[in-house]
């Protein structure tokens, strides 16, 4: 699996890091740094669950 955040859309709320701190790290005004990554499949959930929390949309998780 993977997980793309797109940053320029990114609002640096940080709420996908307050769901799902193992997956989604913050820069230090709160926006997500990460850009594509894998993830386990066993990640997974956590991963969709901070995708679901983004109000932006800003966060795709895929099967790759
Ligand atoms: S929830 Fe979305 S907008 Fe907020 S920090 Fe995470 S990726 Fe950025």
Redesign the pocket.
Same mark, same amino acid.
């Given at each position: 699996m993977r997980v793309k955040?797109n940053r320029d859309?990114?609002?640096?709320?940080?709420?996908?890091?307050a769901v799902s701190p193992e997956i989604?790290q913050?820069d230090e005004l &709160?926006?997500?740094i990460a850009g594509e990554f894998a993830i386990t499949e066993e990640a997974g959930e956590a991963a969709f669950r &901070?995708a679901a929390?983004?109000?932006?949309r800003?966060?795709t998780v895929f099967f790759s």
């Open positions: 955040v859309a990114c609002q640096g709320n940080g709420r996908c890091a989604f913050l &709160g926006y997500n &901070g929390e983004c109000p932006e800003a966060i």
